[in-house]
């Protein structure tokens, strides 16, 4: 088995544990955990932070998608007449349809169920047109800005030398000398480790490999600057100041 992903997020734990139970009762393996605050938002394009995660094995997305889309029975009569979904044009409700994975399950059954009412059906064709489609638009990486990296390079660099030309001033700062930035650190962590999981399990990289191969070069940039900003302090407070 892989390690898990997140298949659904939740912003309670009753919900998390009830589709949690669902899936168990089918044997599929699950994992409940609270994940931990994000450090950047505007770097991953992350707006806010779920409760809880939903996680299984990748290759199990698909099974447990048909398990709950079995278990998540509709009635239309029984739904709250101000419900989002019963204000939504047939093009909207197919929108709804596209993405399960946005929506979810239960929005998924009510969009189904909404258009069956009014006559339209829609095949086996057209989801699984859906689901390609869909897959194609979230494997896409993006660009993570060329600024930004230039920036990550810049901060560890500026820092020593501005440092070092200004060492009267800087000496006795430990935190000045020792610690040349987490800009740098931060970003060169998120081009490497940033991955997001796709509606079949799949797992990749965020970002495109152009920008996402600067990653380990900042890191070993900022390593580097750090032994050396170390390096220097430890030789001037040992030697220097004797």
Do not use: C
């Amino acid at each position: 088995m892989s390690e898990p992903s997140v298949f659904q997020q939740f912003e309670n734990i009753i919900d998390a544990e009830r589709v949690a139970a669902i899936l168990e009762e089918a044997g599929i393996s699950v994992m409940v955990e609270k994940p931990a605050a994000i450090l950047d938002s505007n770097f991953i394009g992350t707006n806010y932070v779920p409760s809880y995660n939903l996680m299984i094995d990748g290759a199990d997305f698909e099974n447990a998608r048909e398990v709950l889309l079995e278990k998540a029975e509709v009635n239309l009569d029984e739904i709250d007449k101000d419900y989002l979904l019963l204000t939504f044009s047939d093009e909207e409700l197919m929108d709804v349809i596209a993405k399960p994975d946005e929506w979810g399950v239960y929005n998924y059954n009510i969009a189904t169920a909404l258009l069956k009412k009014k006559g339209v059906t829609v095949s086996t064709e057209q989801k699984e047109g859906f689901a390609k489609d869909r897959l194609a638009e979230l494997g896409k990486q993006k660009s993570f800005g060329m600024f930004w990296i230039i920036v990550a390079y810049a901060i560890p660099i500026f820092n020593l030398v501005y440092v070092i030309a200004n060492y009267e001033t800087y000496i006795s700062n430990n935190l000045a000398w020792l610690f040349p930035g987490i800009g740098g650190l931060i970003i060169g962590f998120i081009l490497v480790y940033s991955k997001k999981t796709l509606p079949n399990g799949t797992s990749l990289p965020i970002y495109i490999e152009k920008h996402r191969k600067h990653g380990p070069i900042i890191l070993k940039v900022n390593a580097i600057v750090w032994i050396a900003n170390g390096a220097i302090f430890t030789i001037y407070h040992t030697f220097l100041r004797m």
